[in-house]
């Protein structure tokens, strides 16, 4: 078995079969073209979060950052639970047993972090009701997976990184998608691709984007890229 993190950044041969045309052009009219900028309910645009000179641990900021955006959705739970909540996923992100607490530096990268988000879903998703880290059954030799945030009808996924969109992210939620709407848990017609740290989104029509890329209509797509997965002989016989 392996996991979607995996499938998207290894297995080119793969890749190259199912989605001929996600390439490097492709990736590069992507992010020049395809970007949109959060902006605040008041009209102006939402400026990016450098990362911070004092700071290391930008995988704990990211998470803490996502913990305490969903506390907007989840009254339930508080701050504090929010950021021990965190701090167990890092650590086990790491094989830890425990890490150390954020300091404040991290804390404060964390809350401006924070804010866009809450910009984000006051202006682009607008009232919706979401669900945060959807389970997504896998098939064949994936593994099941979890995503980051989804409404009844797009698939949001996070990347919190000072860069533009690589391939495999793009991969990754190609691979949710696939596997989601395959399994019928989910109906999602649109997908989107946060960056809390530059302050931006990708959007798009789940049609659009593998029709497009793979050359076939969406369900061939889904069903060709499912059956892939499930052949027992090794389909995915070499990581490069």
């Known amino acids: 078995m392996i996991s979607e993190r995996e ?12 989605f001929p045309l996600l390439n490097p052009s492709f990736m590069r009219r992507y992010n020049a073209q395809e970007w949109e900028r959060v902006h ?11 990362p911070g000179k004092n700071i290391e641990r930008f995988d704990l900021v990211a998470e803490l950052a996502f913990e305490w955006a969903a506390l907007a959705f989840d009254p339930g739970t508080n701050r504090e639970a929010a950021c021990q909540a965190a701090l167990r996923r890092v650590a086990a992100l790491q094989g830890s047993a425990e890490i150390a607490a954020p300091t404040s530096h991290e804390i404060a990268e964390a809350n ?20 945060f880290r959807p389970l997504i059954k896998g098939a064949g ?10 409404s009844e009808d797009t698939l949001f996924e996070v990347k919190t990184v000072n860069r533009n969109l690589l391939s495999s992210d793009l991969r990754q939620v190609i691979i949710y998608l696939v596997a989601g709407n395959h ?16 302050g931006i989104y990708f959007d798009g029509e789940v049609s659009d984007l593998l029709g497009y890329l793979s050359g ?25």
Not at 40 to 50: L, M
Not at 141 to 150: A, I, K, T, V
């Open 7 to 18: 499938l998207a950044q290894y297995f080119h041969s793969f890749w190259q079969e199912q």
């Open 40 to 50: 605040a309910p008041e009209g102006y645009p939402i400026r990016p979060v450098p």
């Open 112 to 131: 401006a972090l924070c804010d866009t988000y809450h910009h984000f879903f006051n202006t682009v998703i607008k009232g919706s009701q979401l669900r």
């Open 141 to 150: 030799l994936l593994n099941r997976m979890e995503g980051d945030f989804c």
């Open 183 to 198: 399994s019928r848990e989910y109906a999602w017609k649109r997908y989107c691709i946060f960056n809390p740290r530059i």
């Open 216 to 240: 076939r209509t969406p369900p061939e797509c889904i069903n060709s890229v499912v059956d892939a997965l499930m052949e027992r002989e090794q389909p995915l016989e070499a990581k490069f």
